[in-house]
């Protein structure tokens, strides 16, 4: 069945780096459209960037010029490296696939229809 899995969540500082992983198995990686999310207490679960087959992506205005998105279709694994932590960027963050190609790749979680269990992103001020 189709499983992903992040890794790479941790405590960090403000002005700080983490890269996130999600390790994908399942089902044919390379087709599907990928994005990554986050969702803070309290708050819904909103997109943090999208990336389809093909390399087009889209990022939310709050992370533009500090998080960027990839894969190794090679590794069956998604990549989130985020720059330049700040506070407002703590959540638990989550990948998630389906299988249609979207241009742009959307970043409402409604389109995703498979998602990891999340891994947590906490920044210190």
């Known amino acids: 069945q189709v499983q992903l899995v992040e890794s790479g969540g941790g405590s960090v500082q403000a002005g700080g780096s983490l890269r996130l992983s999600c390790v994908a198995s399942?089902?044919?990686?390379?087709?599907?459209?990928m994005g990554w999310f986050r969702q803070a207490p309290g708050k819904e679960r909103e997109g943090v960037a999208a990336l389809r087959s093909g390399g087009a992506t889209t990022y939310a205005d709050s992370v533009k010029g500090r998080f960027t998105i990839s894969r190794d279709n090679a590794e069956n694994t998604l990549y989130l490296q985020m720059n330049n932590l700040k506070p407002e960027d703590t959540a638990m963050y989550y990948c998630?696939?389906?299988?249609?190609?979207?241009?742009?790749?959307?970043?409402?979680?409604?389109?995703?229809?498979?998602w990891g269990r999340g891994t947590q992103v906490t920044v210190s001020s």
């Open positions: 998630a696939g389906v299988n249609i190609t979207y241009y742009p790749p959307p970043l409402a979680p409604n389109f995703y229809n498979n």
């Open positions: 399942g089902f044919t990686y390379s087709t599907y459209s």
